[in-house]
């Protein structure tokens, strides 16, 4: 009986130890960490609905330097914007982006001059100076930054919160060993400005909340994947009263410089064998060739009706045999890109190039990829692959290729 106990207490002691971290970002000199956030979010003013927005962020970050402090990091965010449901797809043109500059502690402490609207969470997560086992819980202090310029803010308005999180589990994630965390915070902000009186948008009070989880890399040191919830409420200085609520996702990945080349090369050399051979196996006679951080698929033109940008039903079997096979890289960004010859307009081709891609896009979307990962893009006759002055230049010029691109 004694024995057994002995064993007890010491596989709950075992389990401890494993179980109990110290977590801290791992950064080092040339890190690179890639960043895409996604949010459906509903706006109401007084109450009523008036939108649903499909919103869409992109960080590209550098560990340029690292001191005793921490990592001091920049780089550029990128911001996208489309009506829920909407058949449209995140177009490169219409991005609007800034960029940053800021400090990280191994705890996760931010230093940001004021002048940045990114980071949006700032020193989420942040975690104590100790060892961490499941259970444990903790609270530090973090800000939410908005540009409220709309309403009549020129500068980063910067809301204080205390985050309450706690250790949920491990758990394999994405072929990672991964620590969950739930985050909480409330923001509750009152600007002492009378309600009412005066016919500006200036906000009176703030209140809301964020309720989400956070998957940690325990081996890399970094967040991998973060989702929750969120409702916030602006009353603003005329009365008028605006929600924002919705769900939030997105991802982090992060590259050492040291391994970059090497990673990519191998990405591309599995995935150019692969396609050359799945592409052989579905009798699709799609020309590939890879380039700089990228894979082409060259689909022709033959998958439209001749002058047209509809697709041919002829060839749809075609397209949904491809689009199956892209479904095991749909965890890569993809570009649809479309091409004419030089007969025409320029303003003519580059419209026509667009909705030859934008149909293949769209097609492939609803057969099951992504639609945050694939984007479209035409370019009319500025990139020919034959000579304009003979009609079989001319044939290899009109055509729509897929980009696989391997750095992402």
Request: hydrophobic share 30%.
């Amino acid at each position: 009986m004694m024995k057994k106990i002995l064993l007890i207490i010491y596989a709950l002691v075992l389990y401890t130890i494993v179980s109990s971290h110290k977590f801290q970002f791992k950064d080092e000199k040339n890190d690179e960490y890639f960043i895409r956030t996604y949010s459906i979010q509903e706006i109401l003013i007084n109450n009523v609905l008036k939108d649903v927005m499909d919103l869409k962020y992109e960080g590209h970050l550098k560990v340029y330097s690292m001191e005793n402090s921490g990592a001091n990091i920049s780089g550029m965010y990128y911001y996208y914007i489309k009506p829920y449901h909407s058949s449209m797809s995140y177009r490169l043109e219409n991005s609007y982006s800034t960029n940053t500059k800021f400090n990280r502690t191994k705890e996760g402490r931010m230093l940001v001059s004021p002048n940045y609207y990114f980071p949006v969470v700032r020193h989420v997560p942040t975690f104590p100076n100790k060892d961490l086992k499941i259970g444990d819980t903790w609270i530090a202090k973090g800000e939410e930054v908005q540009d409220l310029k709309r309403l009549g803010i020129s500068r980063p308005y910067i809301m204080p919160f205390t985050a309450h999180y706690r250790y949920l589990r491990d758990e394999m994630f994405r072929a990672k060993k991964c620590a969950i965390f739930e985050v909480i915070y409330i923001i509750n902000l009152n600007n002492e400005r009378e309600i009412g009186k005066l016919p500006i948008q200036y906000p009176a009070r703030i209140m809301g909340y964020f309720k989400g989880n956070y998957y940690w890399d325990v081996d890399e040191g970094y967040p991998v994947y973060y989702e929750g919830e969120y409702n916030f409420i602006y009353t603003l200085m005329s009365g008028q009263i605006n929600e924002y609520k919705g769900i939030d996702y997105g991802d982090v990945k992060k590259t050492p410089i040291r391994k970059v080349v090497k990673k990519i090369n191998e990405d591309k050399n599995i995935i150019k064998k692969d396609l050359e051979k799945k592409l052989k196996d579905n009798n699709l006679n799609f020309p590939i060739h890879e380039d700089k951080n990228k894979i082409t698929i060259n689909l022709g033109e033959l998958l439209f009706n001749f002058n047209s940008a509809k697709l041919s039903n002829e060839t749809i079997k075609e397209l949904d045999k491809l689009a199956k096979l892209l479904m095991k890289y749909d965890n890569f960004n993809l570009t649809v890109e479309g091409h004419t010859d030089s007969i025409g307009s320029d303003s003519v081709n580059k419209v026509f190039s667009e909705k030859r891609a934008k149909n293949v896009r769209d097609y492939l979307v609803e057969k099951g990829l992504s639609p945050d990962k694939i984007k479209f893009k035409g370019h009319g006759k500025n990139k020919p692959i034959g000579s304009n002055s003979t009609p079989e230049g001319r044939s290899k010029n009109r055509r729509v290729e897929i980009i696989i691109h391997t750095d992402n």
